[in-house]
C-alpha cells in the first residue's frame, strides 16, 4: 500500500518559515517526479513546485526565490522549505508523487495534505 504522508506544517507569522516534509512508504521515489501541490480556500488545486528524478525543478510563479523543493531519496523523502512566507500562502499543502501510466496503469499517488496558515 503507497502512503504519503506529510508534516512540517503550522501556524506561521508573515515572514516566517516552515519546511514541510513528505515521508513516503511502499514506493521507491526515486523514479517518481515529486511535486508539492496547495488548494486555498475557495481556490482550485494549484502546483506549486515539483522535482523530476533528475531533480530538475519548476517552481509556480509566485513562490519563485522564496520556495525550495528537494528529495533525499535515501529517506525516501521530498521537502518543501518555505522563507518569507505571506498569508496568500495559507492553504492546505499536499504531496503528490507521479510515475505517468506504464503498462495502462497509473502511477500517481496523494498525501492527506498539511494545514500551512499565515498569519499574524
Known amino acids: 500500500q503507497v502512503q504519503l504522508v506529510e508534516s512540517g506544517g503550522g501556524l506561521v507569522q508573515p515572514g516566517g518559515s516552515l519546511r514541510l516534509s513528505c515521508a513516503a512508504s511502499?514506493?521507491?521515489?526515486?523514479?517518481?517526479?515529486m511535486g508539492w501541490y496547495r488548494r486555498a480556500p475557495g481556490k482550485q488545486r494549484e502546483l506549486v513546485a515539483s522535482?523530476?528524478?533528475?531533480?530538475?525543478?519548476n517552481y509556480e510563479d509566485s513562490v519563485k526565490g522564496r520556495f525550495t523543493i528537494s528529495r533525499d531519496n535515501a529517506k525516501n523523502t521530498v521537502y518543501l522549505q518555505m522563507n518569507s512566507l505571506k498569508p496568500e500562502d495559507t492553504a492546505v499543502y499536499y504531496c503528490?508523487?507521479?510515475?505517468?501510466?506504464?503498462?495502462?496503469?497509473?502511477?500517481?499517488?496523494w498525501g492527506q495534505g498539511t494545514q500551512v496558515t499565515v498569519s499574524s
Open positions: 511502499g514506493i521507491s521515489i526515486n523514479v517518481y517526479t
Open positions: 503528490n508523487a507521479n510515475l505517468g501510466t506504464v503498462w495502462a496503469v497509473k502511477y500517481n499517488y
Open positions: 522535482i523530476t528524478s533528475t531533480s530538475n525543478t
